[in-house]
């Protein structure tokens, strides 16, 4: 089984890698773990002001941060008798997500999700909800649980 486990820094996420730690997978199963980073746009930064440098500095900065933050998530799951490797890709997560479980004919795909609804889902998007629209496989998607108030 091939299973694509999307992740960014968010405690949503932290969640999904958490699901997928505990569960039990079938044997030679294997995890492809994905950062995606979003560019910044070109008209964010005065170009006058070294807006190209600053850009790029931006940019590695943020691959280096999805490059840890899958290492340290395949080290996690290595102890699950999974084979697992990491995979950062740049641009648009939902298409992107979507491009390398097409590409790397994933089975699954396994994602945290904020829980967004009404206006807040209007303005900020749901990259869960595109990927299950798009997918050319079935999706997880993993919800962080909710303190339950007494």
């Given at each position: 089984?091939?299973?694509?486990?999307?992740?960014?820094?968010?405690?949503?996420?932290?969640?999904?890698?958490?699901?997928?730690?505990?569960?039990?997978?079938?044997?030679?199963?294997?995890?492809?773990?994905?950062?995606?980073?979003?560019?910044?746009?070109?008209?964010?930064?005065?170009?006058?002001?070294?807006?190209?440098?600053?850009?790029?500095?931006?940019?590695?900065?943020?691959?280096?941060?999805?490059?840890?933050?899958?290492?340290?998530?395949?080290?996690?799951?290595?102890?699950?008798?999974?084979?697992?490797?990491?995979?950062?890709r740049t641009g648009d997560?939902?298409?992107?997500?979507?491009?390398?479980?097409?590409?790397?004919?994933?089975?699954?795909?396994?994602?945290?999700?904020?829980?967004?609804?009404?206006?807040?889902?209007?303005?900020?998007?749901?990259?869960?909800?595109?990927?299950?629209?798009?997918?050319?496989?079935?999706?997880?998607?993993?919800?962080?649980?909710?303190?339950?108030?007494?």
């Open positions: 089984m091939k299973i694509l486990l999307a992740i960014d820094s968010s405690e949503y996420s932290a969640a999904a890698i958490k699901e997928m730690a505990k569960r039990p997978w079938p044997a030679r199963s294997t995890v492809r773990v994905l950062s995606v980073v979003e560019p910044y746009p070109a008209i964010a930064v005065e170009p006058s002001y070294g807006g190209s440098e600053v850009l790029e500095t931006l940019d590695r900065e943020m691959k280096r941060r999805a490059t840890n933050l899958t290492k340290k998530t395949v080290d996690r799951l290595k102890s699950k008798d999974l084979k697992v490797e990491a995979r950062v997560p939902s298409s992107e997500i979507v491009d390398e479980a097409r590409e790397w004919s994933a089975d699954l795909i396994v994602l945290g999700s904020h829980g967004y609804t009404g206006i807040k889902r209007l303005f900020l998007g749901s990259v869960a909800l595109s990927v299950v629209g798009h997918a050319p496989c079935s999706v997880e998607v993993v919800r962080k649980q909710s303190k339950k108030s007494r």
